[in-house]
């Protein structure tokens, strides 16, 4: 209900947020430690799905993206993570890899870098 009145225009943001907040029990501090490893880790995953992407390692970019996937999930089901299960598992069936929606995935990330910040702004004061 909070995050719903704070941002009435984006209600499934507001639902991701109270998701993100109920899985780790509204342990702030947990949250602000996921995100960090998350900044620093998400950044090379993709590094290392973009090089196996670049040299047709099907495996490799269908490995990665199953490990980002599972990272991003963390802050809850959004499109990020649809599409990187879409990208594993067009990979794990040997189809072609998709360098169309692999492209997309760095704005993909920042966008949720920019959701986290915003819901990382709604800390309460230590």
Same mark, same amino acid.
């Given at each position: ?24 029990? %509204? $342990?702030?501090? !947990?949250?602000? #430690? &996921?995100?960090?490893?998350?900044? /620093? ?34 802050? %809850? $089901?959004?499109? !990020?993570?649809? #599409? &990187?299960?879409?990208?594993?598992? /067009? ?36």
């Amino acid at each position: 209900q909070h995050w719903r009145q704070r941002d009435p225009d984006r209600p499934e943001l507001a639902a991701r947020f109270a998701e993100v907040l109920d899985r780790v029990d %509204g $342990d702030w501090k !947990l949250l602000v #430690e &996921l995100v960090e490893s998350f900044r /620093l880790d998400a950044p090379k995953v993709l590094g290392h799905l973009t090089t196996a992407a670049n040299f047709s390692q099907v495996t490799g970019v269908s490995d990665w993206s199953h490990r980002l996937r599972g990272s991003v999930s963390i802050f %809850g $089901d959004s499109p !990020l993570v649809a #599409e &990187l299960r879409q990208i594993e598992e /067009l990979t794990r069936r040997g189809l072609e890899i998709p360098h169309d929606r692999i492209r997309h995935l760095p704005e993909s990330i920042d966008r949720l870098f920019g959701e986290l910040d915003l819901l990382l702004s709604q800390a309460p004061p230590n």
